[in-house]
């Protein structure tokens, strides 16, 4: 995750919190979880995924240096620095693989939410490369 993302975080994407994230020191977050502990840590570099955060029986929630898979909207915070934050439109591109001058253009032109769903929507670059070539697209 860490070559993913961006070091200059802009205060909009700072997570307040909601009710799946038990509590957050700064360093380690307690996030809820239906298991049997009924909650999970989770340090630098994990990601959370906060959605439905009254749920009972969501497991899953913390992603050890990873992201979970990119949804069509924000939801999915990082812990880096000190602070809990949104995952940014770039580095959900980065995520799937589609390189930062492509994200630079699509970005002039399209509002924040619709990159998003473009990222959530869209299919890894690798993976459709692989697919092509099981395929034999390319012969």
């Known amino acids: ?28 977050a307690v996030v809820r979880e239906a298991t049997i502990a009924g909650s999970k840590l989770a340090f630098e570099g994990d990601v959370i995924n906060v959605s439905n955060p009254k749920s009972k029986s969501r497991r899953g929630r913390v992603s050890t240096n990873a992201a979970n898979t990119l949804l069509t909207s924000k939801e999915q915070v990082v812990i880096q620095g000190g602070c809990m934050r949104w995952l940014t439109e770039r580095e959900s591109w980065r995520l799937q693989g589609i390189p930062d001058e492509y994200f630079d253009r699509a970005k002039e032109v399209t509002s924040s939410s619709q990159l998003y769903k473009q990222a959530g929507n869209g299919l890894t670059v690798d993976i459709a490369r692989f697919i092509g070539e099981r395929m034999k697209i390319n012969e």
């Not at 860490?2 to 700064?26: A, H």
């Open 1 to 28: 995750m860490s070559d993913i993302l961006e070091d200059e975080i802009q205060p909009e994407y700072l997570f307040e919190g909601n009710e799946c994230v038990l509590s957050f020191d700064g360093k380690t």
